[in-house]
């Protein structure tokens, strides 16, 4: 069992719809959760974290923890062609003390 | 966020050559990363560089192919021994920086590599 997973896409939605990312994990000691955006051709960019259970919301984007579940997601409301790019889920583990980062999912974004 | 640049950007070298990036922070970090991503793929941890002690490398990564210096708190190298074209690949320069409550990793550009 890969330590995080990620459906890898196409995620393909309308401009203006909201576009859901989701991320399982398997250690439960992990402790703190990120999301990167990462353009093609670019280094990726932390745009999310969430430590607690529960909602976390930024903008066009809520993060959302379910430690229970081992899951943790993200939601890109009023979703635009310029969020098009791959999106990694990355999890601290205190097991492992690092951070390991999922295989991402790439939005595309219809205008 | 702490600003991190690396140099070179990109660099296309022959197979057996070695290749030293560099990567500069304007602050001072405790931990510092070095990535590799390769194309189509997720980020994947070489080592942990931290100042004043040897790196610490993930299984199949080798201090002999990446190894590492890290002289103070804002800089670190990563070099690629004796390189081959599975060489080829984004290298990242990542570090934490804590901003709050909690500790957050950022990425350097990157630099891509090409081996011929």
């Known amino acids: 069992q890969k330590e995080v997973e990620q459906n890898s896409g196409p995620l393909s939605v309308p401009e203006g719809a909201i576009a859901s990312l989701n991320c399982t994990y398997s250690?439960?000691?992990?402790?703190?959760f990120f999301w990167y955006r990462q353009y093609s051709g670019k280094s990726p960019e932390l745009i999310m974290f969430i430590y607690s259970n529960g909602d976390k919301e930024d903008g066009r984007f809520t993060a959302q923890l379910n430690k229970a579940s081992q899951y943790v997601s993200l939601l890109i409301r009023d979703s635009q062609p310029s969020d098009s790019a791959t999106y990694l889920c990355?999890?601290?583990?205190?097991?492992?003390?690092?951070?390991?980062f999922g295989t991402g999912t790439k939005l595309q974004v219809i205008p | 966020s702490a600003v991190i640049s690396q140099k070179p950007s990109r660099d296309i070298c022959q197979r057996g050559t070695s290749l030293t990036i560099q990567c500069q922070v304007d602050s001072q970090v405790t931990m510092m990363f070095w990535y590799r991503q390769q194309p189509g793929q997720s980020l994947t941890l070489i080592a942990t560089a931290n100042q004043g002690s040897e790196a610490t490398y993930e299984s199949g990564f080798v201090i002999d192919k990446f190894p590492i210096s890290r002289p103070n708190l804002t800089f670190s190298t990563l070099t690629v021994s004796n390189m081959s074209p599975e060489d080829s690949s984004i290298y990242l320069c990542?570090?934490?920086?804590?901003?709050?409550?909690?500790?957050?990793?950022?990425f350097g550009p990157g630099t891509r590599l090409t081996v011929l």
């Open positions: 250690d439960r000691g992990s402790q703190s």
């Open positions: 990355a999890v601290y583990s205190g097991g492992y003390q690092k951070v390991t």
């Open positions: 990542s570090v934490e920086s804590s901003g709050g409550a909690e500790d957050t990793q950022y």
